[in-house]
């Protein structure tokens, strides 16, 4: 075939396609048979493998995945990503409406949509091409997963009806119930464990690192926004019906409110839909609809002041508590969990529920063989809520908590001030074993990845590792071959771990990669009771080094801004175990860093004693530019303004409410330039 043939048809292939997707993902319209669509497409891939300067980075073909993403870069949104205002009560919805019509000097009307139970995304186009796709993230920046989101074909990936030049929408990624329940067959089968519902699904194929799993598992989305610099439109509404123009997916679950009573009837009508949809939604979002009204309503520092949340209550169910049990966590923190007769609640079924900690246990009054209430936490965590007394016998016998480790037997201990009791028996401690080496080789420690799924459970099962510096002994005669069927406690279902030969070369790859990790990342990845991400970086900056750190009087601890009695005396009694001496010595000799880098050590202390709040865009560093260069020159970085705090880092689209609570606690508001002329002068 010539190549201006081949050109021509490779277009005209890509807009038939297309429109096949479109009329099949977006209208529910098919107009060919699922064969007649394959060939089009084998015909398609076949042009473009012989014709490869011919293929569009947007190809239809580009659906099927196959694109590898080792690391998700880090990307800054040009629009923050705000959350939305939350609430269960009709009174404060109707609240909301007073407020909106008071600031807006009237009359004011609204949009209700579906509130998707699913994950939020951004989606940039420039000139009619899909060019970046990210997550929420944090609100401010987000994670790209470009290569993933093109697999869902709801989403088009090039606009060919009139559109703005460059322009971002948002929308809602979720896990179709048949969908869900295909893949949990399909892990079932193969003894993996299972997802607990579809939104934990859907958050997990977004990260896969293969674009062609993520085609599998057939997602879907809704959009709900366009955002842009001069867009024509006027209200919301007007926006809603040029996304469905342009052919993004919107759903027929909309509707233009002119008043409170018409969003209660829909509020209202959502709820008996709930159950019937094919996906999973948590409640409805009402905002308003002119986009001027908008504009005088603004934002607070997280949630915009033109859109609430009503979010349904969670479904409940009534069943029998059989016991209580106890588990103990990496940290030794003992937990108690109600164990139960098995109870259908919001679409899965449901044995164990949490109860937290002692002092709820107690608030609960539980005895054994109470009817309780369960309900499931944002639909997720199932918890019980109460229990009905009244068919509670005479002679019912409470229960207690227990005052030795269920898994060791050591008497368990309890801060003072604190709820929780924990186990002290830290080193040889079952579970505080397997919890400390999970934390180990987590993403936010060590990043050990070629670890997870179980592997440290095969492991520590066949005795090839009793701590975290086992690890680094390990051989590859140590790994080949082991292999172990291992069942999830929580829903019965087994599986098995095998360490092959390419399994085993990528775990050692990965331990030996991890000597690279800094300092303050080492000191985190211990396991130390209390000490978070955040002070670990602080403290590794402060004492430069383990040794100074293990030799750090409790006195010198607590001068330390941030850190309270509770977190000195659990420093102390960590390094002054003899155990933990020896491991960290083990690990030293491995290689591993356990002091800061000339790099990573604060250019001056010109900052030091000084706490900055940090929010909106900036020009010239992202966020965490931003916090590093504070770090850098001995400031510390707090995420929420009081009376200590000693400046504000105020970029663009910053909430007026964090401005304003600043001007009344007479803190100095500076700009990212007079930041840097501070840290000059």
Known sequence: MEKEVARKRIQELTRIINDHNYRYYVLAQPTISDQEYDTLLEELVALEIAFPEFRSKNSPSQRVGGQVTKKFPTVLHKYPMLSLSNTYSRDEVSGFDQRVK?????????????????????????????????????????????????????????????????FEVRGEVFMPHN????????????????????????????????????????????????????????????????????????SDDIRQCEDIEAVFRFLEEGERKRKTLPFDIDGVVVK????????????????????????????????????????????????????????????????????????????????????????????????????????????????????DCPECGSSLKKDHGLSVHYCPNSLDCAPQIQGKIDHFVSRGAMDIDSLGMGKTELLLSKGKI?????????????????????????????????????????????????????FERVLYALGIRHLGETMAKKLARHFGNIDRMQHASFEELIAIHGVGDVMAHSIRHYFDNPGNQQIIKRLKDAGLSFSVESHEKPSTSLLEGKSFVVSGVFANYSRPEIKSLIQDHGGEIKSSISAKTDYLVAGENMGPEKRKKAMELNIPVITEEELERLIKE
Not at 182 to 191: M, P
Not at 307 to 321: F, N
């Open 102 to 166: 008071k600031a807006v000097g009237g009359y004011a009307d609204y949009v209700c949509e579906l509130k998707y139970d699913g994950l939020a995304i951004s989606l940039l186009y420039e000139n009619g091409e899909l060019t970046r796709a990210a997550t929420r993230g944090d609100g401010i920046q987000g994670d790209e997963i470009t290569a993933n989101i093109k697999t869902i074909r709801s989403i088009p990936l090039t606009i060919t009806n009139q559109a703005p030049g460059i």
């Open 179 to 250: 969908s869900f329940l295909k893949l949990n067959q399909e892990k079932k089968e193969k003894g993996e464990l299972l997802f607990a519902n579809p939104r934990n699904a859907a958050a997990g194929s977004l990260k896969l690192q293969d674009s062609s799993v993520v085609a599998q598992r057939h997602l879907d989305c809704y959009i709900y926004n366009i955002l842009g610099d001069d867009l024509p439109y006027q209200t919301h509404w007007e926006s809603l019906q040029a996304l469905k123009e342009m052919g993004f997916k919107v």
């Open 288 to 403: 308003v609809n002119r986009y001027v009204h908008q504009e005088k309503l603004g934002y607070t520092a997280k949630f915009p002041r033109w859109a609430i949340a009503y979010k349904y209550k969670a479904e409940r169910a009534a069943t029998t508590l059989l016991d209580v049990g106890f588990q103990v966590g990496r940290t030794g923190a003992v937990t108690p969990v109600a164990i139960l007769e098995p109870v259908a609640v919001a679409g899965s079924t449901v044995k164990r529920a949490s109860l937290y900690n002692e002092d709820k246990m107690y608030e609960l009054d539980l005895h054994y063989n109470d009817v309780v209430f369960v309900e499931k936490g944002g639909d997720v965590i199932p918890k019980v809520v109460d229990a009905d007394r009244s068919k509670r016998p005479a002679d019912a016998k409470k229960i207690r908590f227990v005052s």
């Open 466 to 518: 009793s701590n975290i510096a086992d690890l680094y002994d390990l051989t590859f005669n140590d790994l080949i071959g082991l292999e172990k069927t291992i069942t999830d406690p929580a829903t019965n279902k087994t599986r098995t771990v095998r360490f092959r030969e390419k399994t085993t070369n990528n775990i050692l790859s990965a331990i030996e990669d991890s000597k690279k990790v800094p």
